[in-house]
């Protein structure tokens, strides 16, 4: 009988269908639904990404139970348990989190998402039938829970094709593509994320069916593109792979297009490898911002002229604002994002004054420095070249802990201009307000509140506020260029 593998270590012995295989590790509240469900008639096996990560002696992040219970008999038995979709799946949160689902048929795919038709299933054979990958359609039936003893159903052959690192369609390829589209782009996170190789029959299906990719939910491809920068090692491996099966210029041709664009840098390759390089050198911890270094460099590929990229940095924050908007990021992370591509190209020397210093904390947003210096340096060691952040990070540090930045650290506010200047509500008050922040960064002795206002009783006499002076925010060579 096979035992579980121990953790960080992949099952080494050969196991297929009908093998009797050990659990030891498995936790006692997904022993217990097990049980109960069995208790009440109901045949329940372990199902998906839960066994396949056991396989691969890495612990689970979810548990996934099927089972012949219907919906409505698994939430009956669970109080407390969620029941809100056509698919039977049922959520168990307590004491930790089981989704159990229903054995499932499935009609056609005509929208190459959503099967168009849902039958409960009256055997876990079926039920594997119908998922994508071989890996993924392997079930663990108990036999002794109380030992954690089981059988393995792995009619496909999925824990061989694990051990063997390879990739493999559930039955005929073509089909499993053309039910969900979303399935091409999971091959290449399985395969990048796992170490897998794809298994030559299905690569030339993904190849074939790369265009339909499009028809995918902008919502569908974001998740699965976070899912991959999540993944310690992916990023490189991953759009490479994408790149190469077709799928990258389908879902994000603003990054194919920086293939065979000139670096020019100590590291060889071209835009694109550099941009990976950036991403894979951030934490995976973070994916929104290994999402800024894999498209900090967009713009260059339009801005290429005599072997400079001027002005890429304001094209890339474009582009990389409409990629995130195709793909319904949350509008607090395409400002994030969009932010840090901005302004990655500033270029600190040692000659910028305090009030410079001031001036790019202000433009660059206190929330945001720590995220720009992390993508500063992940350029600089995707470039080859050295980069030392220490001087400004300390002036940063002591401009924040001695001086005014924003403008709620202004010593007036708005009530206060309209107090002493007779001024009703309206937009004047704010580029008011905004003008004397401005001053206030070249000079923080300014921050005075009789100051303040007899600067804003002047700016509305002379009708300096109207508008705002473009040069004020321009700095001392804040910027460099590439």
Known sequence: MAQLPLPGRPLEAQLSDADRLVLGDLPQPVVDLLARLDQHGHTAVLVGGCLRDLLRGVPPNDWDVATSAPPEAVAALFPGASWENRF????????????VTTFRMEGGYRDRRRPDEVRWGSSIQEDLARRDFTMNAVAWRPVDLDARAGTLVDPFGGAEDLRAGLLRAVGRPERRFEEDALRLLRAVRFAACLDLRIDPSTEAAIQLLAPTVASVSGERVRNELLRILACRDAPSVAFVL???LGLLPVLLGELAALRAIPQGKPLAGDALEHSLRTAAALP????IL????????????????DGHFTGHEQVGAELTAAVMRRLRFANAEIDRVVRLVREHMFGYTPEWTDAAVRRFIRRVGVAALDDLFALREADAAASGGPVSLDELRGRVAAELGSSPIEQRQLAIDGDDLQRALGLGEGPLIGRLLARLLDAVLEAPSRNEP???????SEMVAAGAATQRDPGTLSGESERRQD
């Not at 039977?88 to 089981?98: A, F, M, Y």
């Not at 290994?290 to 002229?305: F, I, N, Q």
């Open 88 to 99: 039977g799946t049922v959520t168990v949160l307590e004491p930790i989190r089981i989704e």
């Open 242 to 244: 994408m790149e190469r």
């Open 284 to 287: 995976p911890s973070d994916p």
């Open 290 to 305: 290994r999402l800024a270094g894999l498209l900090h460099d967009l713009g260059k590929a339009t801005t290429m002229a």
């Open 450 to 456: 009789e100051q303040l206002l007899q600067m804003a």
